[in-house]
């Protein structure tokens, strides 16, 4: 059994660095965005994110040491996000990590990073602590820039994908309609911000999907319904309407992602239920899902908004809980797109 171990996340554009221990307590964690960099370009650029990962992740690791009480002689392992992501922005993480373990004689493993947003919920620290335990059997709806998936989860690596999203993800969504309300990149958290207090009901967007008796997802025809009606209004009429379309837009994603949650309950009878991933920052999903939990007597978690978006926490716990079953990886290890089959179960994968 390993006690602490320091975990690595740069698989997309934000460069995240902590120290976690194996109960999932995080005793230290620094994280940079990028968002000012992709910014000018209306999104990620791969390029881009590889270089200020290589620019911010040792200055990052000196800064956490520096920080943290946890000493680097008593961390035992590095957890580096290794899948799936973008390959030159995973290499410069998965190099670090090498080395780190390599010249300072500590352990190796290579994460998915989807399982570190299924587990991100079950971190602790000063201000807060998980109501249920990982290995309790629970739902989770992991909402991302990339992904969005309900997993009926029976333990540690034991994921079943119920259904995913058939085209974008939901923050892909959020994002490409903050962009065509000219909100610039990225729009998902602007789009929340905008929406508040605005009228869910002003404009009728599709639920596609939505009576489907199934776990997949689609936010395409919501995109594209959205084009069309923003491209048939004035500029002076959209900022005029701005929150109430925020607001109505937002009430869409929500609706379909609780009425496919709602569905997985019916199914699986399954209780426990959490919402993760950068989109389960959103303030209107937080709200309606604490509701919806309520009303059905379901016990939901959703982590704090630190663990919410891309974070090296949720690495380093699943990357320690794997190790102290005895998983390693050796130097061989190495970055892949796409997670690996042996990763995921069923039919929505
Ligand atoms: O998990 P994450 O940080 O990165 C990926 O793994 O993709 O998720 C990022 C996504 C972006 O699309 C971003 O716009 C969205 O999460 N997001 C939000 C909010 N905060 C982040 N979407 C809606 N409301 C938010 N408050
Ligand atoms: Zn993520």
């Given at each position: 059994m390993i006690s602490f171990c320091l975990a690595i996340e740069t698989s997309c554009d934000d460069t995240s660095i902590a120290i976690v221990d194996h109960r999932g307590f995080v005793h230290g964690m620094v994280s940079a965005h990028q968002d000012l960099k992709h910014a000018p370009f209306g999104g990620i650029v791969p390029e881009v994110a590889g270089r200020n990962h290589l620019a911010n992740l040792l200055p990052l690791l000196d800064t956490l040491l520096q920080k943290s009480s946890v000493k680097l002689e008593q961390i035992e392992a590095v957890a580096v996000t290794n899948r799936p992501g973008l390959v030159g922005s995973l290499i410069v993480g998965i190099v670090t990590a090498k080395t780190l373990a390599q010249t300072l004689n500590k352990k190796l493993i290579g994460v998915n990073h989807l399982e570190g947003h299924i587990l991100a919920p079950f971190l602790s620290d000063e201000t807060y602590a998980p109501s249920f335990n990982y290995s309790e059997p629970f739902l989770a709806l992991a909402i991302s820039g990339g992904h969005t998936s309900i997993y009926q989860v029976a333990g540690l690596g034991d994921y079943e994908v119920l259904g995913s999203t058939l085209d974008d993800a939901a923050g892909e969504a959020f994002d490409k309609f903050g962009k065509m309300m000219g909100f610039g990149f990225p729009g998902g958290v602007k789009v929340d911000q905008v929406s508040l207090g605005g009228d869910v009901k002003k404009y009728d967007f599709p639920r596609s999907m939505i009576r489907e008796d199934n776990y997949m997802m689609s936010f395409s025809g919501l995109k594209a319904s959205a084009q069309r009606l923003i491209e048939s209004m004035a500029p002076e009429e959209i900022r005029k309407n701005e929150r109430d379309l925020c607001a109505s837009f937002q009430?869409?994603?929500?609706?379909?992602?609780?009425?496919?949650?709602?569905?997985?309950?019916?199914?699986?009878?399954?209780?426990?239920?959490?919402?993760?991933?950068?989109?389960?920052?959103?303030?209107?999903?937080?709200?309606?899902?604490?509701?919806?939990?309520?009303?059905?007597?379901?016990?939901?978690?959703?982590?704090?908004?630190?663990?919410?978006?891309?974070?090296?926490?949720?690495?380093?716990?699943?990357?320690?809980?794997?190790?102290?079953?005895?998983?390693?990886?050796?130097?061989?290890?190495?970055?892949?797109?796409?997670s690996y089959v042996k990763d995921f179960k069923g039919r929505g994968r």
């Open positions: 009430e869409a994603i929500v609706d379909i992602l609780l009425a496919k949650l709602q569905r997985a309950v019916e199914h699986t009878g399954i209780s426990k239920i959490v919402i993760t991933g950068g989109v389960s920052a959103n303030t209107r999903l937080r709200e309606r899902g604490a509701a919806w939990a309520k009303v059905n007597s379901l016990e939901l978690l959703i982590p704090p908004l630190r663990y919410c978006t891309d974070n090296a926490a949720m690495i380093g716990y699943a990357g320690i809980l794997r190790i102290n079953r005895g998983e390693i990886d050796d130097l061989t290890m190495g970055p892949s797109p796409n």
